[in-house]
């Protein structure tokens, strides 16, 4: 991937404002630029990695709808840094809109990946994500974004992402635990064990 000089800038802005080393982002094979998978392309599951290729762009592109299809009826999500617990799939429709729409130039890195595209199996990913806030925060966002921002301002957050796949391979349980980017976070201490 090119790396734009906005996103190398963002990058080295957030460095700068929370005292974080992060690497440029360099991407694998990835569907958009936006979702870095380039530490987790040589992973054995390809159908594994279309389908988690497919539902973090839609993630990061802010397209609610393409990720409410790739969900079964019956899906639900935990999303602990959101304080959502066991959402079902028309709540978190709305939950998900309503949160997309809070930021823009949102990146995901893949750090590692396990498990299996399998029905009745799960993949976990762990991945930071970056985002820059489109809008300044309602209230109610406050506490789970950092102290005192604002509109334009950059945050990330480090996650571990698991998502479980049904007979048709959609997704049907969700749990994202996270929490922000903490000072002196270095993606890079993540390539080794």
Sequence with gaps: MLVPSAVVGLVL?????????ASPVQ????????????RII???????L?????YFVAFTTGDYDAMNEMEADDFHITDIPLAIVRSPKAAWYQQNKGFSSLMT???VQA???????APDSFAA?????????????????KPGLPP???????????????????????IYRELEYGRLLYPDFDIDAYKVW
């Design 50 to 54: 279309s389908r988690i290729d497919k």
């Design 111 to 117: 750090i590692s990946i396990a498990g299996s595209s």
């Design 27 to 38: 991407n694998g094979t990835s569907s958009d630029p936006s979702f870095d998978n380039s």
């Design 105 to 107: 130039d949102v990146r």
């Design 42 to 48: 040589n992973y054995h599951d390809k159908l594994l």
């Design 13 to 21: 802005g957030l460095s700068q404002i929370l005292g974080v080393a």
């Design 125 to 141: 990913m762990e991945n930071v994500i970056w985002f820059t806030l489109a809008v300044d925060p309602p209230e109610a966002a």
């Design 148 to 170: 005192g921002i604002k509109k334009g301002d950059t945050s990330g957050m480090i996650m571990m992402s698991v998502i479980w796949w049904n007979e048709e391979g959609k």
